[in-house]
């Protein structure tokens, strides 16, 4: 079965920083598009970063400078470094893959990030 398991949120402080860590598996990397996406009460789940499976990044306008989505094929993880964090990261944040073993794609459970002003 394919698993996606989100780790690294917690509680920080505006300007801080915190990397969370998506550890897939019954998936290669190398053969997937992995994705952040963030959701807060009451809104829709939004797009924050995304690479593909040959390595190239994309991010949301909202977190261009401050955050960074990275992969590592040999340890089947995927990174998400935020720095500079403001208040309005608050969210829940989501892994999501897709590509061959996950054509309709798949989520993990999500993991708490809350920035204090």
């Known amino acids: 079965q394919v698993q996606l398991v989100e780790s690294g949120g917690g509680l920080v402080q505006a300007g801080g920083s915190l990397r969370l860590s998506c550890a897939a598996s019954?998936?290669?990397?190398?053969?997937?598009?992995m994705s952040w996406y963030r959701q807060t009460p009451g809104n829709q789940r939004e797009l924050v970063a995304i690479?593909?499976?040959?390595?190239?990044?994309n991010y949301a306008d909202s977190v261009k400078g401050r955050f960074s989505i990275s992969k590592d094929n040999a340890k089947n993880t995927v990174y998400l470094q935020m720095n500079s964090l403001k208040a309005e990261d608050t969210a829940v944040y989501y892994c999501y893959a897709t590509g061959r073993s996950t054509p309709k794609g798949s989520w993990g459970q999500g993991t708490q990030v809350t920035v204090s002003s």
């Open positions: 690479i593909t499976s040959g390595g190239t990044t």
């Open positions: 019954g998936i290669i990397l190398s053969d997937h598009a």
